[in-house]
């Protein structure tokens, strides 16, 4: 929820740098739930919305888009839940983790295929 938090007032930042108009400002916040939605005339966009999964559990899913200062859209889509932060759906000018070297592959196929004798 803190990353929520971050982003949030990141955003809230760069728009307020950027002398930026609120087209859109909508939220929805109740004990169980909440949805809210902004839209800034400078190509900034967030939706979030949760829900309470169990007592202490959130289910939040979201999205946000912005045009880099390159001028490529930017956009991503996430859900956050009791196993984390996870990205749904990414533009591809964001990081991503190099391929696992071949080698490595060839290791764990070996290690697979000759598991460890069993010790008497």
């Known amino acids: 929820m803190k990353f929520f938090i971050v982003l949030a ?9 950027e002398e930026a108009n609120v087209l859109r400002n909508d939220a929805e916040v109740n004990v169980d739930n909440f949805k809210y939605a ?5 190509s900034i966009k967030a939706e979030q ?3 309470l999964a169990g007592e202490d ?8 888009s912005f045009t880099s200062p390159e001028g490529e859209q930017v956009s991503l889509q996430y859900t956050a839940d009791e196993n984390g932060y996870h990205v749904d759906a990414a533009n591809p000018l964001l990081p991503t983790p190099p391929p696992v070297p071949e080698h490595i592959l060839k290791a764990i196929e070996y290690i697979n295929a000759h598991p460890p004798k069993a010790l008497n």
Not at 9 to 17: K, S
Not at 59 to 64: A, D, E, I, L, P
């Open 57 to 64: 559990t959130w289910v939040v899913k979201g999205q946000y």
């Open 49 to 51: 919305e949760g829900k």
């Open 9 to 17: 007032c990141v955003l809230a930042v760069v728009a307020a740098n």
């Open 38 to 42: 902004y839209e800034f005339d400078n």
